[in-house]
């Protein structure tokens, strides 16, 4: 894309910004073909400042969207394309993830609260024993979401409890709440000086705050939480223009698309099938998968999220220093081809769909002489397959609709043996598209769509076809029996990870239960 030629017909540019757990990207596409033509990475540091706490500097996450920006920029001078074909930026974003901050000053109240932290346990734990019955679900008739550490109500209502700061910014009516979506189109459109505090409705709908049929914040729910409603940012469509880039070359540029990452995957793959909210009986979630205008419907989802699927890679190489890259895992694996009778569940931060045990720890078993560190490695992908292979069943029962293949995206689809893997054990296709970013696509997709832009069409007649890698299962009837064969111990290794725990709580830990039998 470098001859200057090819400058005059690229057409109009749309922009993403991608700001997940590990690290935040920038990335531009050509909207009239989806070409991804120049990005930026920058890695986020997290902090652990006690054992399950999790967190993340929001200064340094906008940072990094700020460095994105101005590198790609560069790149793309560097390229001969003009950045001021870029019409649109869209934000997609880490869910959950709980913020607050100063509206007169425009600084951070405490660190981001990451999605996966664990110190709301015991509030989780007090909210339940309060309902009827101690059920989780007591809320899921309005939210669509288990009563869970995961949600941002939970991390909301720490912060009201346990730091002083936010509690006076409150009670001074100078606190503003977000996920990361809200705190980075504010700070973008304006910050302290006029910037637009808004949320989308599929991040909204992950707070356990908002109610997923009248698409609004519900009293009834701020109520339960003890959450005062005027600090929550105004919910919008997940495409329109929300305001305008203050500063930086990008300045005078729309920000008008907003989706939390999985939505915006959903949007990237082009899954555009309407859908009405479906309450799971199966451990799965009900969630907005998107809303594409004003004036738009809501469309819905059944989710089924995993706390640790890709930082399994990661903690094989930083904790245990087994491997040295995530390309290093797939050889290693590769060399043995099988576990050799090792299990893994990698429930570091408890087990998530469709257990929702907060309390569960990993466990690693099956071990003998024999077994090395390739064993180990190939126990790690098994378990990514595994827990989307339990994700899938409970699809399957709550939807009725037995599926056919499985789209995939996301930094582990590199894997081939993983990608292979996965098909064997669910015994359908797994399709991989040729260009991985599909979340960053979709991001630029709804704000290139928003009304008052509209560079990009998703009218399926002018969509264009994604080319796909598709990996379909080698097996036999006799292998698809033995990939069945070896799931039931990985199930009962998942069991004996939560009767552990219950164990230990039984003998003194905090949030303790009372013990139940072995599994």
Same mark, same amino acid.
């Not at 790149?75 to 607050?100: C, H, P």
């Not at 569960?360 to 190939?378: E, M, P, S």
């Not at 293949?405 to 996301?410: H, P």
């Not at 054990?425 to 797994?430: E, G, K, Q, R, S």
């Given at each position: 894309m470098a001859a200057s030629s090819n400058r005059i017909t690229l057409g109009p540019l749309v922009a993403a910004i991608d700001q997940g757990t590990s690290s935040t990207r920038f $990335?531009?596409?050509?909207?009239?073909?989806?070409?991804?033509?120049?990005?930026?990475?920058?890695?986020?540091?997290? #902090?652990?400042?006690?054992? *399950?706490?999790?967190?993340?500097?929001?200064?340094?996450?906008?940072? #990094?969207?700020?460095?994105?920006?101005?590198?790609?920029?560069?790149?793309?001078?560097?390229?001969?394309?003009?950045?001021?074909?870029?019409?649109?930026? !869209?934000?997609?974003?880490?869910?959950?993830? &709980?913020?607050?901050?100063? /509206?007169?000053? !425009?600084e951070p109240l405490y660190n981001a609260i990451v999605w996966l932290d664990l110190r709301t346990?015991?509030?989780?734990?007090?909210?339940?024993?309060? &309902?009827?019955?101690?059920?989780?679900?007591?809320?899921?008739?309005?939210?669509?979401?288990?009563?869970?550490?995961?949600?941002s109500a939970v991390k909301l209502r720490w912060l009201l409890d346990n730091v002083p700061e936010v509690r006076e910014a409150v009670e001074s009516n100078r606190a503003l709440f977000g996920t990361v979506d809200s705190w980075l189109i504010w700070c973008l459109t304006g910050g302290a000086c006029g910037g637009v505090h808004c949320t989308d409705v599929t991040n909204a709908s992950r707070t356990m705050l908002f109610n997923i049929h009248t698409l609004n914040w519900d009293p009834e729910l701020c109520r339960y939480f003890g959450v005062p409603m005027e600090i929550l940012p105004r919910v919008r469509s997940s495409s329109e223009i929300y305001g305008l880039m203050k500063s930086g070359a990008l300045s005078g540029i729309p920000i008008s698309g907003c989706l939390g990452d999985q939505s915006a995957a959903l949007v990237g793959q082009m899954c555009f099938q309407d859908g009405q909210p479906v309450m799971s009986d199966h451990g799965l979630l009900t969630t907005v998968a998107y809303k594409l205008g004003r004036d738009k419907p809501a469309c819905y989802a059944l989710e089924g999220s995993v706390a640790i699927a890709g930082a399994v890679v990661r903690w094989l190489q930083d904790n245990l220093g087994i491997i040295g890259s995530s390309e290093e895992l797939e050889q290693c694996a590769a060399s043995v081809g099988t576990s050799y009778g090792c299990y893994f569940v990698p429930a570091f931060s408890g087990l998530y769909a469709?257990?929702?045990?907060?309390?569960?720890? *990993?466990?690693?078993?099956? $071990?003998?002489?024999? &077994?090395?560190?390739?064993?180990?490695?190939? %126990? %790690?992908?098994?378990?990514?397959?595994?827990?989307? /292979?339990?994700?899938?069943?409970?699809?399957?029962?709550?939807?009725?609709?037995?599926? #056919?293949?499985?789209?995939?995206?996301?930094?582990?689809? #590199?894997?081939?043996?993983?990608?292979?893997?996965? %098909?064997?054990?669910?015994?359908?296709?797994?399709?991989?598209?040729?260009?991985p970013e599909t979340t960053a696509l979709g991001a630029a997709m709804a704000a290139g769509a928003a009304e008052g832009v509209s560079v990009w069409s998703l009218r399926s007649e002018d969509l264009n076809e994604a080319t796909c890698d598709k990996f379909e299962p080698q097996i036999n009837p006799e292998g698809e029996q033995t990939h069945r064969t070896l799931h039931t111990p990985y199930t009962h290794c998942v069991k004996v990870c939560v009767w552990m725990c219950v164990q230990r709580a039984s003998s003194g830990t905090p949030a303790g239960r009372k013990p139940s039998r072995s599994p």
């Open positions: $990335l531009v596409f050509n909207s009239k073909t989806a070409e991804l033509l120049s990005h930026h990475q920058v890695e986020i540091r997290q #902090s652990f400042p006690k054992e *399950g706490w999790v967190e993340e500097d929001p200064r340094e996450i906008l940072q #990094s969207v700020y460095e994105c920006m101005e590198r790609t920029c560069e790149k793309l001078t560097q390229l001969n394309i003009d950045i001021s074909n870029i019409k649109a930026i !869209g934000v997609t974003n880490q869910r959950e993830t &709980t913020l607050v901050w100063d /509206r007169r000053t !425009g346990q015991s509030t989780v734990e007090r909210l339940i024993s309060k &309902t009827p019955g101690r059920n989780k679900n007591h809320l899921k008739h309005k939210t669509g979401l288990p009563i869970s550490t995961y949600f469709p257990y929702w045990e907060p309390s569960a720890r *990993g466990i690693i078993c099956g $071990l003998t002489q024999f &077994t090395n560190k390739n064993h180990v490695a190939f %126990a %790690a992908l098994e378990a990514v397959c595994f827990q989307t /292979r339990e994700i899938l069943d409970a699809m399957n029962q709550d939807s009725g609709i037995p599926l #056919s293949q499985l789209q995939v995206d996301g930094g582990m689809t #590199s894997n081939r043996l993983l990608m292979q893997l996965q %098909a064997d054990i669910l015994c359908i296709p797994v399709v991989k598209p040729s260009m």
